[in-house]
């Protein structure tokens, strides 16, 4: 069996922005926390509307990205 066939506990946006490999890729790209909210929050209102109401510090990030790119 594949070992990275299943998906594990997903960090909440929350915990992955304040991680700190996070933090650095993000003052190296030039971009802060509020622009990454802003972003997600354009993405969210693409979204069917059954999600639009769950706020997203209670989505996985592979909940969002999932959803995002389909």
Do not use: C, K, W
């Amino acid at each position: 069996m594949n070992p990275f066939s299943r998906a594990g506990t997903e960090p909440r946006l929350s915990e992955l922005l304040a991680d700190p490999v996070t933090q650095l890729v993000m003052r190296r790209d030039r971009i802060t926390e509020h622009e990454v909210h802003a972003a997600l929050e354009i993405a969210r209102r693409a979204l069917p509307s059954r999600l639009e109401t769950m706020p997203l510090e209670t989505m996985s990030a592979g909940r969002l990205s999932t959803r995002v790119g389909s």
